[in-house]
């Protein structure tokens, strides 16, 4: 069974260029999770899916940033336009509803992000 | 979230057990205990979890304290795959975020 993916694992962009950064979760999770590590900091939650709705975004650091998850399946997180304090490693987590695995949450790689 | 507290680091020699101590003493009786660890340059991983009772699994063991403000992770026979930082975390139910701290950053030595 696949894991989470997510892509790119790196991108490089200039201040105020915009990125998109794209999760897929495993088959039948309907959770869906956001993190970043920006440098030095711990890793922070940004927001959550339950399939396509967004169950908690209170991690959202401003209106830069635009997650979706259409059709409740991949995600994207938009950041328009990118700021250098947006630099660090972007996680992305599934878990399912149910089942004898729900509380785990499974995450990607990570997309590190470097804002110049 | 209710806050934990670990020791910034900790080191063991290979095939040693490591005991990796958790303070939670606000914790509430909803909060079940996660622990997570993240390997170098890769995203975190679950390790394992308890509400009351101690727990096992192929990975780990979590003791849980009689009154719950804390709880000890205990991986049996360290190796050097299990350098990493390991999260200790307290969470609500099943589907909510996950809050990271520092962690405790584990060393083995061969």
């Known amino acids: 069974e696949a894991g989470v993916t997510q892509f790119p694992s790196h991108s490089v962009i200039e201040k105020g260029q915009t990125v998109t950064l794209r999760c897929d979760p495993i088959?039948?999770?309907?959770?869906l999770y956001w993190y970043r590590r920006v440098m030095g900091k711990e890793i922070k939650f940004l927001l959550h899916?339950?399939?396509?709705?967004?169950?908690?975004e209170s991690g959202m650091p401003n209106n830069r940033f635009l997650a979706e998850r259409t059709g409740g399946t991949y995600s994207t997180l938009k950041v328009q336009p990118a700021e250098l304090e947006d630099s660090g490693v972007y996680f992305c987590a599934s878990s399912s509803l149910a089942g004898d695995h729900q509380y785990e949450q499974y995450f990607g790689p990570g997309t590190r992000l470097t804002v110049t | 979230d209710a806050k934990t507290t670990q020791p910034n680091s900790m080191e063991s020699n290979e095939e040693e057990p490591v005991h990796l101590p958790c303070n939670h003493s606000?914790?509430?009786?909803?909060?079940?205990i996660h622990w997570y660890r993240q390997l170098p340059s890769q995203g975190p991983e679950y390790v394992i979890h308890g509400l009351t009772s101690n727990v096992n699994n192929r990975m780990a063991s979590l003791a849980i304290a009689e009154d719950r403000k804390s709880s000890t992770l205990i991986l049996h026979r360290a190796t050097l795959r299990d350098a990493a930082v390991y999260y200790c975390i307290l969470k609500r139910a099943a589907g909510n975020k996950l809050t990271f701290g520092g962690g405790t950053r584990v060393l083995v030595k061969p």
């Open positions: 606000t914790i509430s009786g909803t909060d079940y």
């Open positions: 088959s039948g999770h309907d959770n």
């Open positions: 899916f339950v399939k396509e709705s967004k169950q908690d």
